[in-house]
């Protein structure tokens, strides 16, 4: 711990002078029970305007905060002068986070700690100018290009297919399914769900709060119904259609229909957990339970990996990457792919086209040839 602490030197701005820290504080056994009490309910300590997936997050930056200020016998909530952790110690704390995170995922845990003090009404001055100087620091040392998982695309999306076809499973198809052919119905699940992120641009965690409510067909395709999403906080909702390809291996309105015919009625999530054996898993209330966002992750990674590419450039952001860059290939108007896939900012929306769309009215040649 001693030697990343030390390197805050060369990132902490001159405004805020580094001196080695002190020895251990004592903290009362009850004070350390109280603080770890603290961090087990920190995210109900963030504002409710926030979403779900937000609230959670700032519970894990203030647990991960508890846990370093208690391994140098400070107070993390600052209520005693004699033990507080001040703002030097936040710099100090998110210098430590550097060696491994990233500027994003330091930014966020600044904003956690900031936030719950405040709530806590013990705010922490932490000057914007200073912080903006260690952030300029942190980016000399560690580089702040963004890493950006690959694009699944339609070629991705057909080896998918193939080894997640109804024939690579022994009575796959059919009303069998809901009593029996687990890896037969995870495979159904997940082909579905491929094919429903993609076409629809979805995040993982719209996809994971799929209600089987949510869901309609038409003669046009099938509608889902965005409760709630990242960019949606007042929870409006959306309806976002995605057509059918009648005949075609991705046809998602199809992939659902079958997964939908294994899952059977049951209430609950649309996309719902699965045991080790690909049994339905239901909660207390009968109610399907929801697959968490980061399995998501997983099967988009041991699908990639069953078709034989290597796994690790892809993660569940890859189909929302592959939808926009399949419409920036296909000539689709930023606005309209924007509006598909729920886009605020263009700046936002033009970071998820990947290099496969560069080329799309690139001149770069004319200029090279001279005509």
């Not at 500027?103 to 914007?128: F, M, Q, S, W």
């Not at 965690?205 to 089987?212: G, H, K, P």
């Not at 309609?216 to 906080?233: C, I, N, T, Y």
């Amino acid at each position: 711990m001693t030697e990343v602490i030390e390197d805050a030197a060369a990132v902490l701005p001159a405004a805020m002078p580094w001196t080695p820290p002190p020895g251990p504080v004592a903290l009362s056994e009850a004070k350390i029970a109280e603080i770890k009490a603290l961090a087990a309910k920190a995210d109900q300590l963030v504002e409710a305007s926030l979403s779900a997936n937000t609230r959670l997050a700032y519970g894990k930056a203030w647990r991960a905060w508890s846990e370093w200020c208690l391994g140098f016998g400070l107070d993390p909530t600052g209520e005693d002068p004699a033990t507080a952790a001040d703002a030097r110690w936040l710099v100090m704390h998110l210098t430590a986070l550097s060696e491994k995170r990233s500027l994003n995922t330091i930014l966020l845990r600044r904003a956690a700690v900031v936030a719950i003090r405040k709530r806590l009404k013990r705010p922490l001055a932490l000057d914007d100018a200073e912080f903006e100087s260690f952030l300029k620091g942190l980016r000399r040392t560690k580089g702040a290009r963004p890493v950006r998982k690959a694009a699944l695309l339609e070629p991705n999306l057909r080896a998918a297919s193939l080894v997640l076809t109804p024939d690579a499973h022994q009575g796959l198809a059919g009303i069998e399914l809901a009593g029996g052919g687990g890896e037969g119905r995870r495979a159904l699940r997940d082909m579905a769900l491929l094919l429903i992120g993609f076409a629809g641009g979805f995040r993982r965690s719209e996809l994971a709060a799929f209600d089987l409510r949510d869901v309609s067909f038409s003669a046009e395709g099938l509608v889902l119904f965005v409760g709630r999403s990242k960019a949606d906080q007042e929870q409006h909702g959306a309806e976002i259609g995605i057509e059918a390809v009648p005949g075609s291996a991705l046809c998602a309105m199809t992939a659902l229909r079958r997964w939908l015919d294994a899952r059977g009625e049951t209430p609950g999530s649309l996309f719902c957990r699965l045991d080790r054996g690909g049994n339905l898993l239901a909660g207390a209330d009968g109610r399907l339970l929801p697959v968490d966002p980061a399995t998501i992750a997983r099967v988009v990674k041991r699908v990639v990996t069953r078709t034989g590419i290597g796994a690790a450039d892809f993660s569940a952001h890859s189909l929302r990457a592959g939808m926009m860059t399949a419409a920036d290939l296909l000539g689709v108007p930023l606005e309209k792919a924007m509006e598909h896939g729920r886009w605020k900012s263009y700046s936002s929306a033009r970071i998820y086209r990947r290099h496969d769309s560069l080329w799309v009215g690139n001149f770069t040649g004319k200029l090279l040839q001279g005509r």
